[in-house]
């Protein structure tokens, strides 16, 4: 019987995928399902980006806000408390696009340079649907509008090899592929 993702110290869980994907939905149910073995951190983009500019949650950042360079930032942010967190064999949850492959590459590399293991997820879903769940949001710390789906619709994520999930059902059903990767 295979050993579960779980069972080994130090594992971090990059969730990707474009806004409104579920991301954040994800990364709350498996930190749920994994604190009662592991001590887990859950890192959000959206959280450090916040933080970064010295907002509440829920204030609504300008466009100034995701340059290259500002997003550059978040991510060695969450990079640098990933990393801290892996040090202390806990279990980390990090929840932002990816849409870059460096970015994907250089998260793995923090797994890695803490010996730690790396598991990506990448989320997929029709462009209506993330679109609808953007506009359904009430006070979310995320800044995504139906517009920005329309404009990440058309990125280019280079190749992807993390595990890719349907996340177009509802949260229990994507939860219940993700722990089968996981394999718990």
């Known amino acids: ?35 009662p073995t592991n001590s887990t951190l859950v890192l959000r983009s959206d959280v450090e980006r916040k933080a970064l500019f010295g907002v509440v949650g829920t204030t609504r950042l300008d466009a100034s806000a995701y340059t290259f360079d500002v997003t550059r930032l978040v991510y060695e ?10 040090a202390k064999q806990e279990t980390v ?6 849409a870059d492959p ?17 598991l990506g997820l990448w989320l997929e879903v029709a462009t209506s649907t993330a679109r609808d ?38 949260p229990a059903e994507t939860l219940a592929i993700a722990r089968h990767v996981l394999r718990v």
Request: overall charge neutral.
């Open 1 to 35: 019987m295979p050993c579960s993702a779980l069972s080994t110290p130090a594992l971090l869980i990059a969730i990707g995928g474009l806004s409104g994907t579920g991301k954040s939905t994800l990364a709350a149910s498996l930190a749920r399902l994994i604190a």
């Open 93 to 98: 949850i990090i929840d932002a696009v990816f």
């Open 102 to 118: 460096a970015a994907r590459a250089s998260i793995e590399q923090v797994a890695h340079a803490q010996a730690g293991n790396f």
């Open 133 to 170: 769940r953007v506009a359904g949001r009430i006070n979310d710390v995320s800044d995504a509008t139906p517009e920005i789906i329309a404009r990440q619709s058309k990125y280019d994520p280079g190749v992807l090899d993390w595990h890719r999930i349907d996340a177009g059902g509802t």
């Open 77 to 86: 942010q969450l990079s640098i408390k990933a990393g801290a967190a892996l």
